[in-house]
């Protein structure tokens, strides 16, 4: 009971966080206001947008080819159009259910190509804890080129005390959750620290893979897609077509940093972008539509992308097994 109750929070909370914004968003506007959006929705130039989803297209195959190098030490060659579909799949997941993503990756190659599901998941924790450092790290740059900035953006939102506090709850959350995976003998803890021996030797595929160097080059080309595919949009828009790059990197983590703690950024996206942007001068009704056009966008990709891959997967086995 308790866990299906925990399934449905973690689904309606952050929706009900989404439309939340959008409803508290949308009746700070004017009619004159909502009209402005509305025209700038019409007179957008999506070629713009089209581009900008080549980009996101190319960093998914180059993710689906990336995960090739940390599966091959474990002795497993799955094909790249199954790891491609897998990783459609684990994002349109994502849409649904916060990280089910990545368990529903894991299954959609046990399932098609007999990689053991620990393993594969394992694999897939290692990969995220790399595109974890470099979204820090990206973090960290704009902090640095726009540090004023990011310090008046922060503290226009949240109070110093407030920072604190956070900080404080993050660390103790943090502190609990280790102190009870060392010492406590609770059954539950001491089946997920048996099925983490699988996961280990999926991560560990990181340092033992052969081409490290291919491993790394991809990295940096799912990142460099990324960044292109937001840079490219704001042509789309005369009133963001002047953004320096130091702004569209701030807007970039700002928007990463709405998917990665919200259920792909319904709501939250082109909230927190319309916020950032108002700070380089962009007016909030452009932003706010800026942050809904980029965001619809690829969520479309992603949907489409995703019921296609759940289509064709069965097709192209069952073809193979005939």
């Avoid at 909030?284 to 966008?297: D, K, P, Y």
Wanted: glycine share 4%.
């Amino acid at each position: 009971m308790k866990k299906q109750i925990s399934k449905w929070l973690s689904i309606v909370l952050p929706i009900a966080l989404g439309v939340f914004l959008i409803v508290y968003t949308y009746n700070k506007f004017t009619p004159q206001q909502i009209e402005e959006i509305k025209s700038q929705f019409q007179n957008a130039n999506y070629w713009y947008i089209l581009i900008s989803l080549f980009f996101g297209m190319m960093a998914l195959f180059s993710r689906a080819y990336r995960w090739s190098f940390t599966l091959q030490p474990l002795g497993y060659k799955p094909k790249l159009s199954s790891n491609f579909m897998a990783v459609c799949i684990a994002y349109f997941m994502n849409m649904t259910i916060p990280r089910s993503g990545e368990v529903s990756r894991a299954l959609v190659l046990k399932k098609y190509e007999d990689v053991p599901f620990d393993k594969a998941f394992g694999t897939i924790i290692a990969e995220r804890i790399v595109d974890f450092i470099f979204l820090l790290s990206f973090i960290a740059l704009a902090i640095v080129l726009q540090y004023d900035i990011f310090k008046k953006f922060v503290l226009d939102h949240l109070s110093v005390k407030q920072l604190g506090l956070l900080a404080f709850v993050a660390l103790a959350c943090f502190s609990l959750a280790l102190w009870l995976y060392k010492k406590s003998n609770n059954k539950w803890i001491l089946a997920l620290k048996a099925k983490l021996a699988g996961l280990v030797e999926g991560i560990q595929s990181v340092l033992t893979m052969k081409k490290k160097s291919w491993f790394i080059f991809h990295s940096l080309f799912i990142w460099l897609c990324y960044i292109l595919m937001f840079y490219v949009t704001i042509f789309a828009l005369p009133e963001t077509s002047n953004l320096s790059f130091n702004a569209v990197l701030m807007a970039f983590i700002t928007g990463g940093v709405a998917i990665t703690v919200t259920n792909s950024g319904f709501g939250a996206y082109p909230f927190l972008i319309s916020k950032i942007l108002l700070v380089y001068a962009v007016p909030e009704t452009a932003g706010n539509a800026f942050g809904w056009i980029v965001w619809t966008s690829q969520t479309l990709m992603i949907v489409a992308l995703g019921l296609l891959s759940f289509l064709i997967l069965p097709i192209l086995h069952k073809k193979q097994i005939n």
